[in-house]
């Protein structure tokens, strides 16, 4: 076959016409995961899980904080363990177990002893964590699925679908899990784990295993000819790969991004819902949901198709589009905090139709949707480079370390943002401005990344190309 002549459409090939839904299995588990980490206790109900513990009492900050950060850590660690694992098994039995295994333990948690202090707290925070642990295994999984399933020139398209789709169904299963939690928390979690479960057996029954290295381009001729990928990491491809020069700095990178990204987690959540906005829990997830809907269905219409384009062209566009919307994302935060908002009594706070009569909130509402389009020019481009300069035996474990670093940012940016905003006597404005200053760290090491990556793409295009002639001669 000559440069000039079209290659016959095979299955390979005809990934990137049918549709961007190839990569279901890994949407479904992390939407799925979505109800359990954001929507029952690491969200919007933190005081009602408090109340689960100490009925009738204040707040106990100190446990649930340190609750948290254990919870953390457990879903920061999970993607060290099973990134490892995709790499070497089955990415469709890993997501399928594990949605399985978190549904269990989440009915386990349906027996938490109500009102038992201590007692209480540590038999839910502990299966909490072992539910977080196995949650975390569906972005190094699923990543590797992805890389696999959809082809190179549509990820940020894929990756953008995946944005949409979770941010509504984070909010969804926020509102859900506030009113619930508000009747009888037992039942949310009840619907959590049965959801889980069937996920994992419709996972493990429809889902097939996608060819390993069957979207890289260097490979795809191997592949169609019957060529099977085997091959494993190992120690001088660990070096040589997952820690090259550009993948050290990309990691580094999440780090400093997370921190910024833990911001709307944590802080704006309190300083929306603190005196003077006193807004609910409810009218704060309804605002996030109005601002962020619009601003996902933006970033895939418009960002993801744009990412896409560039990306096809060269890897370095992709960090261009990256350091922009990296920049633009990090100031619009800053925006939001210096956005004059008028006092609302309780009462007022928790009418959504009092709340948009004031001009202040509706400006939020603008920009918070401004941040959530504009960021899709991170999210979109991120992922494939990572992708594109790690072989198929490293998806996993490269999507690991990322992942690790990435939650483990965001837990420092709630840590260092609550010690920070205590510093500066509850001021918001000067917190945020803060954090947001350090995550500008990530747009310099995004920019230092153009010299090494053009070298490392090459060096993983030349592995490929070896193997590729490996596995023809079988």
Known sequence: MTGQEKAPETEVSRHGTISLLAGWPSLARILIASMTFYGSWAGVNIVHVSNIMWPGESFHSVEIGIGMGIAFFAFALSPMIFGHLSDRHSRVRLLSMTSIAQGIVIIFMLFTPEGQGAAAWVFFIALGSISNLLSGCCFPVGDSYVSDAIPEQRLSQYYGLQGLLVGVFTYLMMLLS??????????????????????????????????????????????????VYSFKLDRATLKSVVMSRSNMIMYIEGFFTQIVLGVPNFLIYIYLQSPPSNLTSWTNAM???????????????????????????????????????????????????????EPLTPAEGGALGIVFARPGYVGITAVWFGATAIGGLYNHNQRPIVQAANLPETQGMAASVNTFLEVFGSGMGITFGGIVFALYGSNMQLTTITLCLIGFAGTLLWAACFKSLDGDLAKVSRLLEQRATLMKKG
């Open 178 to 227: 506030s009113v619930l939690f508000a009747i009888q928390w037992r039942i949310y979690l009840l619907v959590a784990a049965v959801s889980l479960v069937a996920t994992g057996f419709v996972i493990i029954v429809k889902a097939k295993e996608p060819v390993r290295g069957a979207m890289r381009q260097e490979l795809k001729s191997a592949v169609e000819d019957g060529g």
């Open 287 to 341: 605002i996030g949901f109005i601002a962020s809907f619009p601003g996902h269905i933006f970033a895939l219409i418009v960002f993801a198709r744009l990412s896409d384009k560039y990306g096809a062209r060269s890897m370095k566009k992709r960090i261009y589009l990256i350091i922009t919307g990296l920049a633009l994302f990090i100031l619009m935060y800053m925006v939001f905090v210096l956005v004059p908002l």
